[in-house]
C-alpha cells in the first residue's frame, strides 16, 4: 500500500524529558524519510531526514531511528523543551511522491 | 530569502466559484508541489512538478489543475469550487524530484460554502 501511519495520535511529555514519537510504514520500496513539524498556523518545517542505506541519524537534540526489517520509523528528541510542542509528521518518499503519515500532536507540560 | 510564498492567506468561496492559489519560490528549485491538508490528518499531494512545463498527477488531482509555466511559480486553479475541496493547502519546493526535503509555504486557508 501506499500509507504511512503513527501509532499515537498525541503525546504529552514533561519538560525535560525525552519524546519519543513513532511511524509504521508500509511501502517497502521507499528509500527516503522526513520528519517535519508542523506549529499551528504554519506550514510543515523540515526537521531531520534518513535514506534506507543508514539505521541511525543525529542532528541537535534529534534522532531518527530506521527498522527497515518491521518498517518503522522513530524521532527521538531530547530534553524536550515547550518550543517543542507541534505536530509531527513522518514522511516517505518513494518515486517523486511524497506521502505523509496522519501526525502526532507533542505536548510539553512545563 | 523569502523561501516558498503562498497568497492569499484566507479565502472563501461560493459552491461552482473558480478560482487560483498562487505559489512562488525564489530558490531556484525545480520540484514544486501542492498538498490539502483536512482536519485531523497528514498531508495529501494534489499534483508536482518536476521543472518548467512539466506536471503530473498526485494523490487527489480531482478538481484542480496546475501549470509551471517558469521556475519560480506553480499555480494551482480550482475550476468550480465544491464543499469538498474547504482545506488548507500548502505549496513546496526542493532542489530536485527525489531525497531532498521539501520547504513548505504557509498555506492558504479555503472554505467554500
Known amino acids: 500500500g501506499e500509507s504511512v501511519g503513527l501509532h499515537l495520535p498525541t503525546l504529552s511529555v514533561q519538560e525535560g524529558d525525552n519524546s519519543i514519537i513513532n511511524c509504521a510504514y508500509s511501502n517497502s520500496a521507499s528509500d527516503y524519510f522526513i520528519w517535519y513539524k508542523q506549529e499551528s498556523g504554519k506550514g510543515p518545517q523540515f526537521i531531520i531526514d534518513?535514506?534506507?542505506?543508514?539505521d541511525k541519524r543525529q542532528g541537535q537534540r534529534v534522532t531518527v531511528l530506521l527498522n527497515k526489517t518491521v518498517k518503522h520509523l522513530s524521532l527521538q528528541i531530547a530534553a524536550t523543551q515547550p518550543g517543542d510542542s507541534a505536530v509531527y509528521f513522518c514522511a516517505e518518499i518513494y518515486g517523486n511522491k511524497l506521502v505523509f503519515g496522519a501526525g502526532t500532536i507533542l505536548r510539553v507540560k512545563s | 530569502n523569502a523561501g516558498v510564498t503562498q497568497t492569499p492567506k484566507f479565502q472563501v468561496l461560493k459552491t461552482g466559484q473558480s478560482m487560483t492559489l498562487q505559489c512562488a519560490q525564489d530558490?531556484?528549485?525545480?520540484?514544486m508541489s501542492w498538498y490539502r491538508q483536512d482536519p485531523g490528518m497528514g498531508l495529501r499531494l494534489i499534483h508536482y512538478s518536476v521543472g518548467a512545463g512539466i506536471t503530473d498527477q498526485g494523490e487527489v488531482p480531482n478538481g484542480y489543475n496546475v501549470s509551471r509555466s517558469t521556475t519560480e511559480d506553480f499555480p494551482l486553479r480550482l475550476l468550480s469550487a465544491a464543499p469538498s475541496q474547504t482545506s488548507v493547502y500548502f505549496c513546496a519546493s526542493s532542489q530536485s524530484q527525489g531525497h531532498q526535503p521539501q520547504h513548505f509555504g504557509d498555506g492558504t486557508r479555503l472554505s467554500i460554502l
Open positions: 530558490m531556484n528549485h525545480e520540484y
Open positions: 534518513i535514506r534506507s542505506n543508514m
